[in-house]
């Protein structure tokens, strides 16, 4: 049985992380969130000692270490301009690291924890679940099985509604979140990546706070991309079945299904952590890379080829 602390108790994606713990017969010794709707941890880990304060939870883990033999991972589920800092401190800690999406902000993260890491003789592990999505390993190895050297056509659409709240809280502040492309669209780019090769153009066409849309050139394909947290720019026959999340990738014509056990993938991930072959810092570098020069690239002009189809429907209203 391995031992874990867990930061970030109340966010959204906490019960999946708790979750996961218990379902591959692990322990949860210690969490921290400062707010204190934590109530989810008496369905998985009553036991677990709880702190609001991460001075006092940092006295805990350190406590842990010099007394027993620490904590053996530390699972990040904490705002994203955070991880860094709690990246680094699990390691510190002498702890193994799992951390959720988007691993950190920045591409040089990547390469100081990179360092903190060898030093440490412990790993970082990023939540990449989609990787483990039948459907997308499918498509990988269809993929990886061609060497005709076709260049695959791809509209990538994911709209997942918020309400007002979201711009509002952490999640709407670029500095904390990386912005749109950032906090709901990395895993798309990782699995893009992972499945079509390195990124070779860039380009942007919209960045806003509630949307966003451009161009990805990789090795394996042009991918026009959409992402919106904005309720108005659902399908119309999405509103009509009361559903606040659509997903799509169309692959020359076909559509790529796997909404299917989207969500259900962490305990998978955790599995394979725990053999060690979790995905590492270097799994998501190109996804990190891409988002972050999303965020940084200047607007250009989009070209009838380049456009994603939901820029040019009828929705001028969404988009000014």
């Known amino acids: 049985m391995k031992t874990f602390a867990l930061i970030g108790a109340a966010g959204f994606i906490a019960p999946r992380h ?9 322990q949860l010794v210690a969490a921290f969130d400062k707010f204190d709707s934590v109530g989810i941890l008496d369905s998985y880990f009553p036991e677990a000692h709880y702190f609001t304060e991460f001075e006092r939870f940092d006295r805990h883990i350190d406590k842990l270490r010099r007394e027993y033999r620490g904590v053996d991972y530390v699972s990040i589920c904490s705002p994203n301009y955070l991880h860094d800092s709690h990246i680094r401190f699990g390691l510190r800690s002498g702890a193994n690291v799992i951390c959720e999406k988007p691993l950190v902000l920045n591409p040089w993260n990547i390469d100081s924890l990179s360092q903190i890491e060898e030093e440490s003789g412990k790993n970082v592990y990023n939540i990449l679940q989609l990787r483990l999505h039948p459907s997308i390993i499918e498509l990988k190895k269809r993929i ?4 005709s050297g076709k260049i695959y056509d791809i509209d990538l659409t994911y709209i997942t509604s918020r309400g007002n709240w979201y711009n509002s809280s952490w999640k709407g502040d670029i500095s904390k979140s990386g912005g749109i492309a950032t906090n709901i669209g ?9 499945i079509f090769g390195k990124p070779k153009n860039n380009i942007v066409h919209l960045h806003q706070d509630k949307k966003a849309a451009g161009y990805l050139e990789l090795e394996k394909a042009r991918v026009r991309w959409f992402l919106s947290t904005q309720y108005e720019t659902l399908p119309d026959e999405v509103k009509l079945t009361n559903k606040r999340t659509f997903r799509s990738m169309v692959m020359e014509g076909e559509q790529i299904e796997f909404s299917d056990g989207f969500t259900d993938l962490h305990t998978e991930t955790y599995e394979k952590i725990l053999l060690g072959k979790g995905f590492g810092l270097k799994d998501a570098y190109p996804s990190i890379d891409i988002v972050y020069q999303i965020r940084n690239t200047v607007i250009s002009q989009a ?4 456009t994603h189809p939901f820029i040019n429907r009828d929705l001028k209203k969404v988009f000014v």
């Open 18 to 26: 708790l979750k996961a713990i218990k379902d591959t017969g692990n």
């Open 144 to 147: 990886d099985s061609d060497i």
């Open 186 to 194: 990395v895993h798309f780019f990782d699995m893009l990546t992972w």
């Open 303 to 306: 070209t009838k080829d380049e």
